[in-house]
């Protein structure tokens, strides 16, 4: 039986978030705690679906990492793999409060110490899909873990997914990135990534068509590209190319988690079986609503409802 729906392995950490808009990280002078971490808030994102999120991350035995706990208990995110290093501190990241692409200085520590024995094969074939990140393949030992887990879980038939939210600050040997995204590629996971991400990841602009082909050729079948208030093109090995224009949005708050919303509204209609133009609908709705939000999506609405209108 699959009572999984979704395994998010990567990167957990806390985000502090400029309270001032549109202020550089130089210039900001107060900053607010979120939990943070594409994968993280992919997991958070899908229980307040409805759906059982299983989140494989590492974080400190310290203040931080109880608040990550915390958070994730209160979310009814499933965090029993989760592990608290001993050692090593929670990871973070500043960020500024942007209606663009905002600005971040990283502190990484604990988020890369995941290893292949939080996460059983047995959890692997309960589940729907497995998803990660760029990010989270950015370091080992979480890079060899999630490549390997991500092979059993092909084999076991789910469906992969990785958000390829590249940086330079991150990950700075781009042709190791692009190598091992084409370790992770074969397995033909569903793949998330915005202009930015292509743009950090080649060092220069390219066209959709090249990017389509790069990444079909490493194996991917569908390719989703955001590009902000320009809209979403996906582009299928089956059926197609097609654009779809971004939704109006009279004021944006923050940008911070935008994409990570849009992917897990894109995940959960593939769950539901919806067509690829419903995908991104449901997944635009969900980018919506966060962007109108600063930090999390909010508590006091009920997030399933509103997409599915």
């Not at 979310?75 to 600005?103: G, L, M």
């Not at 084999?155 to 997914?161: D, V, W």
Request: a neutral charge; hydrophobic letters at 40%.
């Amino acid at each position: 039986m699959k009572t999984i729906d979704i395994i998010c392995i990567g990167e957990v950490l806390i985000d502090f978030i400029g309270h001032e808009v549109d202020a550089s990280i130089n210039k900001t002078k107060d900053y607010h705690r979120f939990l943070g971490g594409s994968p993280t808030n992919v997991a958070v994102n899908a229980s307040r679906l409805g759906l059982h999120a299983v989140l494989v991350a590492s974080c400190g035995q310290d203040g931080l990492g109880d608040y990550v706990i915390r958070k994730l208990k209160s979310n009814q995110v499933n965090f029993q793999h989760v592990r608290k290093s001993e050692t090593t501190p929670t990871s973070v990241i500043f960020v500024s409060k942007s209606t663009e692409t905002p600005d971040f200085i990283p502190y990484r520590q604990a988020d890369c110490e995941i290893f292949e024995s939080q996460l059983s094969d047995e959890i692997i074939s309960k589940a729907k899909i497995f998803h990660t990140t760029c990010f989270a393949l950015s370091k080992n030992p979480a890079r060899e873990t999630i490549l390997n887990r991500a092979k059993k879980a092909a084999e076991f038939g789910l469906k992969l997914s990785i958000d390829i939210n590249f940086s330079e600050r991150i990950w700075p040997n781009r042709e190791e990135a692009k190598q091992v995204l084409k370790e992770y590629l074969i397995n033909d996971p569903l793949v998330k990534l915005s202009e930015d991400d292509c743009y950090r990841l080649f060092a220069e602009e390219k066209s959709e068509a090249f990017i389509f082909d790069y990444f079909h050729k490493m194996g991917a079948s569908t390719i989703c590209l955001t590009k902000g208030k320009n809209g979403v093109v996906v582009s299928d090995i089956k059926q197609g190319i097609f654009f779809q224009p971004a939704f109006q949005i009279n004021e944006i708050k923050d940008t911070t988690g935008a994409g990570d919303a849009f992917w897990t509204g894109f995940l959960y209609a593939q769950i539901q079986n919806k067509s690829l133009e419903e995908c991104v609908t449901l997944a635009q709705k969900l980018a919506g609503i966060k962007l109108q939000n600063v930090g999390r999506l909010p508590e006091n609405i009920n997030i399933k409802e509103i997409i599915e209108v």
